[in-house]
């Protein structure tokens, strides 16, 4: 294979991988990989970014959206005035965590800082035990749980249909 050659097919999946940041996609069945729901969703203890732990049983009671996100994202960056705004219209009601993964804590901390992101945990999931326990393998994806933990959605959602999932949630 030439040199050119090599470099365009390097070229591409760059291109491709970056374009999978912001690649639209939708619902994925519940139930991801490495988590049957209920409260096996809530079997995890996570290092915050504040430098606290986070445990996953304290979602336990009501939904929760769980925001898997990457600090190189830009779709990421873009999304997070509306998952900010999801956390602060619904403290109380629902629990909003933020899930950082795919880099490393001090990247994690400078795109919080970025994104303003407030109000709401950050997890350092530098191992990706979040990550995998909900069967992600890419961000920026949500999770929604209900009450008991069940998986309600999970995948690529627009976080803009977020409000309309919780409000179903927390009626029904």
Do not use: H, I
Not at 134 to 153: H, K, Y
Request: glycine fraction near 14%.
């Amino acid at each position: 294979m030439s040199v050119r050659r090599g470099l365009a097919v390097l070229m591409m999946v760059a291109v491709l991988a970056v374009a999978g940041c912001g690649a639209s996609g939708g619902d994925r069945p519940p139930g991801p990989a490495g988590s049957s729901g209920g409260t096996d969703s809530y079997a995890f203890s996570v290092a915050t970014l504040d430098g606290g732990t986070f445990d996953g049983r304290s979602m336990a009671g009501k939904p929760a959206v769980l925001w898997f996100w990457a600090p190189w994202c830009p779709t990421c960056l873009g999304q997070a005035k509306q998952v900010n705004a999801l956390a602060a219209d619904y403290a109380g009601k629902a629990t909003v965590v933020g899930v950082a993964g795919l880099d490393k804590v001090a990247e994690m901390r400078d795109f919080v800082g970025l994104a303003k992101l407030s109000g709401f945990p950050q997890l350092a999931d530098e191992q990706g035990v979040v990550w995998q326990r909900f069967g992600m393998t890419q961000q920026s994806t949500f999770v929604v749980l209900d009450a008991q933990g069940a998986v309600a959605a999970s995948g690529r959602l627009d976080p803009a249909g977020l409000p309309a999932r919780l409000d179903k949630l927390l009626v029904g």
